[in-house]
C-alpha cells in the first residue's frame, strides 16, 4: 500500500477542516468515541450541523476561537492508500507552518470559498506550492451549497485560477480543479447529484488515482551518512558500517563509488537492513553500507555514484523562506542545516525579495521579516555537496538554524 | 533479497523513517534515553532501535517510570527484554516521589497515579542530564498529539510550549538547544494504532500476556471496563464480574481500561482493531477527563 501526504491550504474559513472532517468520516475513518464528541460539541455550540472541524483543532485555543493555529496531521487509509493529511493555518502570519506542511508532501489541496473566487491568498498558496515543487495540486473549490452549485461561479474561477498558472515557472505541475461542498460532502469523497454539469471525479476519487511515478520527485543517488556503527565486538571486530538513508536513487553491491569531501573512490561491498543483506538499496531506505576500501568516513560526508557528483562549493544562491520575527540581515550567520550535514553560513547577499502573490521582485532590500521570501546568497565556511532543488528535492534544500536562540528559522530551496 | 516486497511498502517506509530518526538522535545528543512504558509502542522502539544500530548495541538506556500500579505481566516482561537484548535498565519509582512529599497521591473514585509521574521523570531527566528522551506517543493518537514535533523541544521545566514550536521542514531535524533543555523524540509520530499491531505481526515480535484475549475479573463504570484490582478504588455497588477480555493501550492500572475480545493471537488482534469502531484513548481513563486533558497534561512535561 502507498503512503501519500498531502497538504492544504486556504484562507481562514474557507473550509480545511472541515474538509478533512468530512473525508474521515465518509470513509468511516471517525471512530464512535471521536463522533460522539463532535456530536456533543457541536450541539454545545448550538449549530444544527455536525461540525467537522472539530475532528482536527487539536489545542483549546483552536477550538475556541474556530481556527487551526498550529499544522496538525492527520491519518486515515481506503483499501487502495494510506493519506496523511497536514491541516494548515490560513491566516497569513502562519506562511512557514505552510511551507512547512507542504515540505514533506507530494500532493496538495487549495481551497477556494466560492463566494470570494481566487483572493491574494489564493496567490500565495499556489506561489508556495509552486515553490515547493508539488507535483499535483488540487484546486478545490469550496461552499458550493452556499452559490446554488453554480456551474458560471465555478468556470469563473477556475478561469481566473488559470491566468495564475501561466505565472508560475514549475510548469510540469499538475492541476486539477473540483467543486466541493466540504459541508454537505458533494464530490468530497462521493460524486454529488447537484452538479450535473461537472462530470469528473470527486476528491478522494482523484487522489486515489494519483501514481507514486507521478508524484514522487526522482533524482541520482545521494546517501549522506549519518552515523558510522563500529560494534567492536568478536564477531564484528572489524566491522565499519555507514548508516544512512538512500535519496534520489538506488545503491547497489558493486556500484563504483566517491566519498565526499575526500573524494576517495570506493566499491560498496555489502549493504544491509538489520541483520540481512541486500544486493540494492532502494530509495528512502535506511540501510547500513560498508565499502571495500577501509577509508576515513564521518557523519556528514556524502556517498554518491563515481561519475555522477553533485556540486562541491563554499558558497550558494537559494530561495529562502524566512520564518522568525528577528530579521534576517545582510552579513548575519546562521547555521545552514543541509540534510544531516551542518556549516556555518554567512549571509553574503540578499538580491531580492520575490512578492508570493506574483506581483513581482522588490530590489535594495536589507532585511527579510517573517515570512519574507527572498533569493539570498550564502558563504560557507566549509564545502557542501548539493545539487539544485528543481533536480534533487531532498539533497537541494536545507533549514536555517538561528545560532543563538537554535530555533529553526528559515528553509531554502538551491537554485 | 533484492527489493522489498510491494504490500509492505507502507509499513516499511514508517520503519525507515523511524529508524533515520533513531540514528539522528544518537548522532545529535550527548545523553539519549529510550522511555520504557512496557506498552506495545515502546516495545516497538526498542525493536527499531535494535535495527537501527545493527550489529553494533543500542547506544543508549532505557528508562521506565514506574507507577508501582503495574499489570505484573509487563514487569517480568520488561526484565525478560532487556536480558534478551542486553540493554542497560534505568527504573525510578513514583513512589520514591511520594514518599520524598514531592507529590501528593490522589484519592477517590478517579484516583490515579498517571500524572504524577510526570514529576519522577523530570527529576530523572536532571539526575542523569539526560539531552533526549525517546518516546512512544503516535500523532493519530489524540488530537493535541497530532500537533506534536517529531523532535519537541521542552524547556528546563520539562514544558511543552505548543504555540512555539520549531518547524520542521523535509525530514531534517533540528536538534540544537541549550543547556538545561532536552527534546522529546517521537519515531513513531506518523503511525497508527493499526500500523503498530500490523508492525507487531510482520516482525513477529513478542509482547506481554495481557494484549491478548484472557479471563479477568473486571467491573462496569462509565461505559469502560475497569480492571478489579488493589490498585483501582471501587464502590461498593460496583459488581466484579469475570469476562474475557484484552487491552488495547497498557499503562498505569488505574487509568487502563479493557476491551471485551476473543482475539488470543496478533492475527486475530489485528482483524479486531482493522474492525474496530473505537479510538485506542477511548479506553483511556485519563483522557475522558476533559476535552484538553492531554493538552494540559503535555504543557506540564507530560510524555
Ligand atoms: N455552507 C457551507 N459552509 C462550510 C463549508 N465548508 C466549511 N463551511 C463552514 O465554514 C466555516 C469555516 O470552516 P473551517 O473548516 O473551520 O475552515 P478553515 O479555517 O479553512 O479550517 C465553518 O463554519 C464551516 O462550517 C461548505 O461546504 N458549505
Ligand atoms: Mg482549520
Not at chain 1, 35 to 62: C, H, M, N, P, R
Not at chain 1, 295 to 304: A, E, K, L, T
Not at chain 1, 313 to 335: E, R, V
Not at chain 2, 164 to 181: A, K, S, T
Amino acid at each position: 500500500m502507498e503512503v501519500l501526504k498531502i497538504a492544504t491550504a486556504g484562507s481562514v474559513d474557507d473550509g480545511k477542516s472541515t474538509l478533512i472532517g468530512r473525508i474521515l468520516y465518509d470513509t468511516k475513518s471517525l471512530t464512535t468515541d471521536k463522533l460522539e464528541a463532535i456530536e456533543k460539541t457541536s450541539k454545545q455550540k448550538g449549530y444544527d450541523y455536525l461540525d467537522f472541524s472539530l475532528a482536527t483543532d487539536g489545542l483549546v485555543a483552536e477550538r475556541e476561537q474556530g481556527i487551526t493555529i498550529d499544522v496538525a496531521h492527520i491519518y486515515f487509509s481506503t483499501a487502495k492508500k494510506s493519506y496523511i493529511i497536514a491541516d494548515t493555518p490560513g491566516h497569513v502570519e502562519y506562511t512557514r507552518n505552510m511551507v512547512t506542511g507542504a515540505s514533506t508532501s507530494q500532493a496538495s489541496i487549495i481551497l477556494i470559498d466560492a463566494r470570494k473566487g481566487v483572493i491574494e491568498q489564493t496567490n500565495r498558496h499556489f506561489f508556495i506550492n509552486n515553490l515547493l515543487r508539488i507535483k499535483d495540486v488540487v484546486v478545490t473549490i469550496n461552499k458550493m451549497d452556499l452559490v446554488d452549485y453554480s456551474e458560471d461561479v465555478y468556470n469563473k474561477i477556475k478561469a481566473d485560477f488559470s491566468e495564475l498558472m501561466s505565472k508560475r515557472d514549475y510548469q510540469d505541475q499538475k492541476i486539477t480543479f473540483i467543486p466541493v461542498s466540504a459541508l454537505k460532502g458533494d464530490n468530497v469523497v462521493n460524486r454529488s447529484n447537484k452538479m450535473p454539469w461537472y462530470t469528473g471525479q470527486s476528491l478522494l476519487e482523484h487522489l486515489e488515482e494519483l501514481d507514486k511515478k507521478d508524484i514522487f520527485n526522482i533524482g541520482t543517488p545521494r546517501f549522506p551518512v549519518q552515523y558510522v556503527i563500529r560494534p567492536k565486538t568478536e564477531e564484528f571486530h572489524d566491522f565499519r558500517g555507514y548508516a544512512g538513508k538512500v535519496y534520489g536513487g538506488e545503491l547497489s553491491v558493486g556500484d563504483e563509488v566517491v566519498v565526499l569531501p575526500s573524494q576517495t573512490k570506493s566499491k560498496i561491498k555489502e549493504i544491509y537492513f538489520y541483520n540481512e543483506k541486500f544486493q540494492t538499496a532502494s530509495r528512502r531506505s535506511s540501510v547500513t553500507i560498508t565499502l571495500e576500501n577501509d577509508i576515513n568516513v564521518s557523519r556528514g560526508d556524502m556517498i554518491v555514484k563515481d561519475g555522477d557528483l553533485p556540486t562541491i562549493d563554499k558558497q550558494f544562491t537559494a530561495n529562502i523562506c524566512w520564518m522568525d520575527s528577528t530579521q534576517l540581515t545582510n552579513g548575519g550567520k546562521y547555521i545552514v542545516q543541509h540534510g544531516v550535514n551542518k556549516v556555518l553560513a554567512k549571509v553574503d547577499k540578499i538580491h531580492h525579495k520575490i512578492n508570493p502573490d506574483y506581483s513581482g521582485i522588490e530590489e535594495n532590500v536589507t532585511g527579510l521579516n517573517v515570512n519574507d521570501i527572498a533569493q539570498v546568497t550564502f558563504k560557507l565556511n566549509k564545502p557542501i555537496f548539493y545539487d539544485q532543488f528543481k533536480n534533487h528535492r531532498t539533497n537541494g534544500s536545507f533549514i536555517l538554524i538561528d545560532t543563538q536562540t537554535n530555533s529553526t528559522v528559515g528553509a531554502g530551496f538551491i537554485q | 533479497m533484492s527489493k522489498m516486497k510491494k504490500d509492505t511498502y507502507h509499513i516499511n517506509s514508517l520503519e525507515n523513517e523511524a529508524i533515520y530518526i533513531m540514528r539522528e538522535v544518537a548522532a545529535q545528543f550527548e545523553k539519549p534515553v529510550l522511555l520504557f512504558s512496557g506498552g506495545k509502542d515502546s516495545i516497538t522502539l526498542v525493536r527499531l532501535a535494535v535495527k537501527a544500530f545493527y550489529p553494533a548495541k543500542v547506544p543508549f538506556p532505557l528508562m521506565h517510570i514506574d507507577t508501582g500500579h503495574n499489570f505484573p505481566e509487563t514487569i517480568e516482561f520488561r526484565d525478560k527484554l532487556v536480558e534478551e537484548l542486553g540493554l542497560e535498565l534505568i527504573v525510578r519509582h513514583v513512589q520514591d516521589s511520594i514518599d520524598e512529599g514531592k507529590v501528593k497521591e490522589e484519592s477517590g473514585k478517579y484516583s490515579s497515579r498517571n500524572s504524577l509521574q510526570t514529576t519522577t521523570l523530570l527529576d530523572a531527566i536532571e539526575e542523569f542530564k539526560f539531552d533526549a528522551c525517546i518516546g512512544g506517543a503516535r500523532r493519530d493518537e489524540e488530537k493535541a498529539r497530532a500537533k506534536e514535533r517529531i523532535f519537541s523541544v521542552r524547556d528546563d521545566f520539562g514544558q511543552w510550549d505548543e504555540k512555539n514550536q520549531r518547524p520542521e521542514l523535509f525530514d531534517m531535524l533540528n536538534g540544537q538547544i541549550h543547556h538545561g533543555q532536552n527534546v522529546r523524540v517521537f519515531p513513531i509520530s506518523n503511525w497508527t494504532e493499526l500500523d503498530v499491531w500490523s508492525y507487531i505481526e510482520k516482525e513477529n515480535i513478542e509482547i506481554p500476556s495481557i494484549y491478548f484475549a484472557h479471563k479477568r475479573k473486571v467491573f462496569l463504570r462509565d461505559g469502560l471496563i475497569w480492571s478489579h484490582s488493589e490498585f483501582v478504588y471501587q464502590e461498593d455497588d460496583e459488581e466484579v464480574l469475570e469476562r474475557m477480555v484484552r487491552f488495547r493501550t497498557v499503562g498505569d492500572m488505574s487509568c487502563t481500561a479493557a476491551v471485551f475480545s476473543e482475539a488470543t493471537d496478533i492475527a486475530s488482534v489485528v482483524r479486531e482493531i482493522r474492525d474496530s469502531t473505537i479510538s485506542e484513548r477511548g479506553a483511556r481513563i485519563d483522557d475522558k477527563r476533559s476535552d484538553a486533558a492531554m493538552e494540559k497534561r503535555k504543557q506540564q512535561g507530560y510524555f
